[in-house]
T-cell receptor, first 111, second 119 residues
Framework: KNQVEQSPQSLIILEGKNCTLQCNYTVSPFSNLRWYKQDTGRGPVSLTIMTFSENTKSNGRYTATLDADTKQSSLHITASQLSDSASYICVVLYGNNRLAFGKGNQVVVIP | GAVVSQHPSWVICKSGTSVKIECRSLDFQATTMFWYRQFPKQSLMLMATSNEGSKATYEQGVEKDKFLINHASLTLSTLTVTSAHPEDSSFYIC???????????????FGDGTRLSIL
């Protein structure tokens, strides 16, 4: 079982609509959780990073939440744009600077 | 902001060829860089940790003689896939962490990846 589970695996949304991506993790001890955006054929780009004490963090139209007690995080995309089509990867830093990667949420925004 | 440059972005070569991929931190020094491999619709899988001036640390199951890593300076790490075969075809990504003040929670910065296709 993967240490970082993301859902849904993929989704298609209409331009202008909102969507929420989920990330559940099991690794510990927890240091921080990051959401990355990975465009096809490119490297991941950091969107947000949250520590144990942070519940929410925004970066433009992206808002991430974290519940460290239940080990859950979400990434909300507001008013989606065509350029939001990408894979969104949840990454948890834990232990001795170890990273656990989710498989990503594949988002396709259609006009 | 911190930038990691990876070169080349795409390589197509014959089976048996050795391929070198470069990873550079452009505006910061990186004593440690990381090499990942990513298959379609899969997570990034850490292959090895590249340490400046010393031997790389390989993850379990990764052949060190197959994937040679050299971290010769604080801004450059190279990954050489030796005698590449079709099963080595994948997307290889490097990353580095910016340890300048304000760090601790600084994210890793990823290169744009190298797509390796072995015929």
């Amino acid at each position: 079982k993967n240490q970082v589970e993301q859902s849904p695996q993929s989704l298609i949304i209409l331009e202008g609509k909102n969507c929420t991506l989920q990330c559940n993790y099991t690794v510990s001890p927890f240091s921080n959780l990051r959401w990355y955006k990975q465009d096809t054929g490119r490297g991941p780009v950091s969107l947000t990073i949250m520590t144990f004490s942070e519940n929410t963090k925004s970066n433009g139209r992206y808002t991430a939440t974290l519940d460290a007690d239940t080990k859950q995080s979400s990434l909300h995309i507001t008013a989606s744009q065509l350029s939001d089509s990408a894979s969104y990867i949840c990454v948890v830093l834990y232990g001795n600077n170890r990273l656990a990667f989710g498989k990503g949420n594949q988002v396709v925004v259609i006009p | 902001g911190a930038v990691v440059s990876q070169h080349p972005s795409w390589v197509i070569c014959k089976s048996g060829t050795s391929v070198k991929i470069e990873c550079r931190s452009l505006d910061f020094q990186a004593t440690t860089m990381f090499w990942y491999r990513q298959f379609p619709k899969q997570s990034l899988m850490l292959m090895a940790t590249s340490n400046e001036g010393s031997k790389a640390t390989y993850e379990q199951g990764v052949e060190k003689d197959k994937f040679l890593i050299n971290h010769a300076s604080l801004t450059l790490s190279t990954l050489t896939v030796t005698s590449a075969h079709p099963e080595d075809s994948s997307f290889y990504i490097c990353s580095a962490r910016d340890w300048r003040p304000g760090g601790g929670n600084q994210p890793q910065h990823f290169g744009d990846g190298t797509r390796l296709s072995i015929l």
